[in-house]
């Protein structure tokens, strides 16, 4: 679920959702916050006592619901997680003994190219959970892997059973994280290991690009974790000791460093949700040859075990 924004057909329907106040900080419950990038409709803060920075406004739970089931209609879409199934593999490869895992959860398994290439590449077996109705419907028909539709709640899946459980790019579209981390925990076994990539949007490169950086989506990207709030929320999960992470800046994001010759424009006119909607569908994903074979080189050269990349991923282990 890598770029749900992008998937929807149905971008008229966002247009008509509500947007509700988020209510105290999701990380810590503090209720002081200043305002990080003041984009229309969909302002963007942070917390005062923990630093969490998340979208002020949200869907209602009904609506984001909508949103993310609805059917999808992007091919841009699906070239962008075909890349993103091949960079986290690499990934997991860093983070976990695979040689190890027998059983694998991916959570927000999209079209489900993960967990396909995880089967043919490695000879593990894994099972998704996608919300989308017509991505999960691609992996069992196009790819024959394993995808149930619904939230991992409602997936019904064995509590403590899992090997390996991942949710790549999708923590930063949920209202309630420390619960949603919570979950991914009751899902492994004792020992195994849990993995959770996202963006980072306290990395020097995103700071430089400010409001223009173009995971800022504020409508469906509301949770932006950096480093330190990313451990605290696996922290306040409970059941998990982080092990390790790592990151990397892709290089889209160092290019448009690059190229960017004057400050970052103001919130207000970086983004706006109306216009971002009417237009999603109409952009294809550009050079998609060209950025498969330039990102795994990419990510081979500039893959760190730091977390100052634009990407990051954590990995923890279950304790018990
Ligand atoms: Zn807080």
């Given at each position: 679920m890598s770029e749900p924004a992008e998937q929807q057909g149905g971008g008229a329907g966002i247009a008509g959702e509500a947007f509700v106040d988020r209510g105290p900080c999701p990380l810590c419950g503090g209720e002081r916050f200043e305002t990080v990038h003041d984009f229309a409709k969909v302002p963007v803060r942070r917390c005062v006592s923990c630093g969490f920075v998340h979208s002020a406004r949200v869907m209602t739970a009904e609506g984001a619901r909508r949103y993310y089931t609805g059917e999808f209609g992007s091919a841009r879409h699906r070239d962008g997680q075909i890349l993103n199934a091949a960079i986290n593999e690499r990934v997991l490869a860093r983070l976990v003994?695979?040689?190890?895992?027998?059983t694998f959860l991916d959570v927000g398994a999209g079209y489900g190219f993960l967990l396909a290439r995880m089967r043919d590449r490695r000879g593990i077996s894994g099972v998704g959970v996608e919300l989308s109705a017509g991505e999960a419907a691609h992996g069992v028909e196009r790819l024959g892997v394993d995808i149930r539709r619904g939230t991992l709640d409602e997936a019904g899946l064995a509590h403590g059973s899992f090997d390996l459980v991942t949710a790549f790019e999708v923590i930063e579209h949920v209202q309630d994280p420390v619960p949603f981390v919570r979950s991914l925990a009751r899902h492994c076994r004792p020992g195994g290991h849990v993995v959770i990539g996202t963006?980072?949007?306290?990395s020097p490169t995103v700071r430089r690009l400010g409001a223009e950086f173009r995971k800022w989506i504020p409508h469906s990207h509301v949770s932006h974790f950096g480093p330190a709030t990313l451990r605290r929320c696996v922290e306040a999960a409970g059941g998990l000791a982080v092990t390790g992470g790592g990151s990397f800046t892709p290089w889209e994001n160092v290019l448009q460093r690059v190229l960017m010759r004057r400050a970052p424009r103001p919130a207000a006119e970086a983004f706006d949700l109306d216009a971002f909607v009417r237009t999603e569908m109409a952009r294809g994903y550009r050079m998609f040859g060209v950025r498969r074979r330039i990102s795994a080189a990419w990510f081979g050269l500039r893959w760190?075990?730091?977390?100052?990349?634009a990407m990051m991923y954590l990995s923890a282990r279950r304790e018990g």
């Open positions: 003994d695979l040689g190890r895992v027998r963006d980072n949007f306290e760190r075990r730091t977390m100052n990349g």
